[in-house]
């Protein structure tokens, strides 16, 4: 086997290149599509058993796999810079119903926002989750086939594109212990929400920050 490329470990993009991925495909065909050799992870849901997950947070991109490692759900979110299908991070429901039509239901039990389902002529089903604004933070292909191309993420910072995250290293004894900066950060403001309303989306620092504690009135 020859040597991987810093892209291909750090999971890079490359370049302009187009990026086609589909439900049901093998981790193996998903690696080599998005050009990365990052082993899958298992996570644990509130609600659900153990599931493996392909994680790449500086470029937005998350695939969730079934037991046979074959894909059973692509979530983009922030950084993510391209496009599915027209949708992009950031638009509007209008924009995104431009894009995608008219949706043909809306998710319920949704925990901050509003989320709609999408069903296109070709079998491809597309889950959007809007934030309290309205503006689209979250797109999950739930079935069928995608083509993108990612353009460079841009910083606030000079308009240089992102580059890989550093782990952190700690060593303690003879256990090296490795951490993502960011990687315990709150994502989602939670009010008060039922078991029901618990999905993959919410991360375990979500839900610690919204327990009410001494001094801190419960939210409602």
């Known amino acids: 086997m020859g040597r991987l490329t810093v892209a291909q470990s750090a999971g ?30 298992s996570t644990h849901t509130a609600t659900r058993a153990p599931e493996m997950q392909l994680w790449l947070p500086e470029r937005g991109i ?41 949706p043909v239901r809306t998710i319920p039990n949704v925990v901050l926002g509003r989320s ?51 782990p952190i290293v700690t060593q303690e004894g003879r256990i090296t212990r490795l951490a993502i900066p960011g990687n315990l950060a709150v994502t989602h403001e939670l009010d008060c929400v039922t078991l029901d309303g618990v999905d993959s989306t919410i991360t375990p620092p979500d839900l610690y920050a919204a327990i009410p504690r001494p001094g801190r009135p419960a939210k409602s």
């Open 12 to 41: 890079l993009p490359r370049g302009d290149a187009r990026i086609q991925l589909s439900i049901g495909e093998s981790l193996q065909a998903v690696q080599a599509a998005l050009n990365v050799s990052v082993a899958p992870t």
């Open 62 to 102: 998350w695939v969730f796999l079934g037991l046979d490692d074959r894909a059973l759900q692509y979530r983009f979110d922030a950084p993510f810079a391209g496009s599915i299908r027209g949708a992009k991070i950031g638009a509007s429901i209008e924009q995104t119903q431009t894009a995608l039509g008219t």
């Open 116 to 166: 709609f389902l999408y069903r296109e002529d070709d079998g491809l089903i597309v889950r959007c989750d809007f934030d309290q604004r309205g503006m689209l933070r979250t797109i999950r292909v739930l079935g069928g086939s995608i083509a993108f191309i990612e353009p460079p993420v841009e910083t606030a910072q000079g308009g240089l594109p992102r580059g890989p995250i550093a």
